[in-house]
């Protein structure tokens, strides 16, 4: 089997397969292993960054350290976080009411580091030769830099799982050995189940989820 380490985009997993679905309880080991089994998964790491409550739904906080603890129940994976910055920026309405404002504030909310994080972890590894494949859960072009070092500096393998149910990221097609789509099957096939322990006792599935 080919040594490989797991680099994860939180949110763009999140956002790109698992919002609005059932199929937010994921187990990343289980899906990998699912789609690429002739990879040994010896490491995992798990990009993200924590959220705040937000009007209409105070309890995703709580939601997402119930998620990090079921996470943490893999012994190979590691959770980097990055950041949120929120700010007020003017923004036009697309169907602006006649009569009133065409221009109103909101509160944008950005998730900052992860990219960052996820290159310099990418290009750290393969300097230190840990793996002989690299393994990419995400569809953001900003990464095709790295991938592109690793590959012709440390002549690693690099597989992109494309979390997005959009096409894949041109640019990450063009130099990845290898770009499989996380279909909806997958996601079903690779729950934790309901109930999970680890040190601190025993834990379930958020309501809802």
């Known amino acids: 089997m080919i040594p490989s380490y797991v680099y994860i985009d939180g949110f763009n997993l999140y956002y790109g397969s698992l919002k609005g679905t059932p199929y937010k309880w ?13 990879n040994r998964i010896d490491n995992i790491k798990y990009f993200t960054a924590r959220v705040s409550a937000r009007p209409g739904d105070h309890n995703q906080p709580t939601r997402q350290q119930i998620y990090f603890r079921a996470l943490r129940t893999i012994p190979n994976l590691e959770i ?45 590894d393969a300097f230190r030769n840990a793996n002989q494949a690299a393994i990419l859960v995400s569809n953001d072009s900003d990464l095709v830099e790295p991938v592109k070092v690793i590959k012709k500096e440390f002549g690693k393998t ?29 996601l079903k096939a690779s729950q934790f189940p309901p109930t999970l322990a680890d040190q601190k006792g025993t834990f379930t599935k958020p309501a809802g989820w």
Request: charged content about 20%.
């Open 26 to 38: 994921l187990n990343p080991l289980e899906l990998v292993c699912k789609l690429l089994p002739k």
């Open 80 to 124: 980097i976080e990055g950041h949120f910055l929120s700010h007020s920026v003017p923004m036009a309405l697309a169907n602006p009411v006649p009569g009133l404002p065409r221009v109103v504030d909101v509160i944008k909310t950005e998730e900052k580091g992860s990219d960052v994080n996820i290159a310099t972890h990418m290009l750290i």
């Open 158 to 186: 690099v597989i992109v799982l494309n979390p997005c149910r959009n096409q894949p990221s041109v640019e990450l097609k063009r130099y990845a050995d290898l770009v499989k789509p996380i279909r909806t099957w997958v």
